[in-house]
């Protein structure tokens, strides 16, 4: 079935680049997102991309989209203390979202 | 801005308790989804409903149901608690479905089933 997969824990210094990385298994999903969920919060999209494109830049976001190995990945350049929080990719799949495990980033000074 | 409401922030019930988890939002949105989220799971997909007096299974229906008997409201109900059941839940809505479409979410019930 379906297998959203995603590394538990990530760990950078404040002003380094994040890259947080996903692998998924269905090759027919048209839209593939990250969402982000703040301590104690709900979760809320970050940003997404077609499967027809590579690549999707805003501001200090960049997705990365290989289709033929089907690994997504989000990288935050600058990172910041207000960037940690938990990260979670997600792929469209016929009529619902199948989520990773979720990517835990902390930023440390 | 889209609004998602859950009733608790957090709750505390005994095993075999009957235990109602409302969800409602304020955007006229058609789809509402429960999920469960635990830590090294993720989040995975128990209901959601894309009409009123409509609900379909997700990927963990068992030990749960669900109603939605108005557009803006969802409930989750756990017919009787278990400690397998604590978890954090999360309500979410959108208003297409399907792929091409963002959900917003509430802000979760850390729900502890002693």
């Known amino acids: 079935g379906e297998d959203v997969e995603q590394s538990l824990f990530l760990s950078v210094r404040e002003g380094d680049s994040s890259v947080i990385n996903c692998t998924y298994t269905d090759s027919s999903s048209t839209y593939l997102y990250w969402y982000k969920q703040e301590p104690g919060a709900g979760l809320q999209l970050l940003t997404y991309i077609f499967s027809n494109m590579d690549m999707k830049q805003d501001q200090r976001l960049t997705v990365l989209l290989n289709k033929k190995d089907k690994h997504l990945s989000l990288r935050i350049a600058d990172t910041q203390t207000g960037d940690s929080a938990i990260y979670f990719c997600a792929e469209g799949y016929t009529d619902k979202l199948i989520f990773g495990t979720g990517t835990r980033l902390q930023v440390f000074p | ?114």
């Open chain 2, 1 to 114: 801005d889209v609004k998602v409401t859950q009733s608790s922030r957090y709750l505390v019930k005994r095993t075999g308790e009957k235990v109602f988890l409302e969800c409602v939002q304020d955007m006229d949105h058609e789809n509402m989804f429960w999920y469960r989220q635990d830590p090294g799971l993720g989040l995975r997909l128990i209901y959601f409903s894309y009409d009123v007096k409509m609900k379909e299974k997700g990927d963990i229906p068992e030990g749960y149901s669900v109603s939605r008997e108005k557009k803006e409201r969802f409930s989750l109900i756990l017919e009787s608690a278990s400690t397998n059941q604590t978890s954090m839940y999360l309500c979410a809505s959108s208003l297409f479905g399907g792929r091409l479409d963002e959900q917003f979410f509430g802000p979760g019930t850390r729900l502890t089933v002693l």
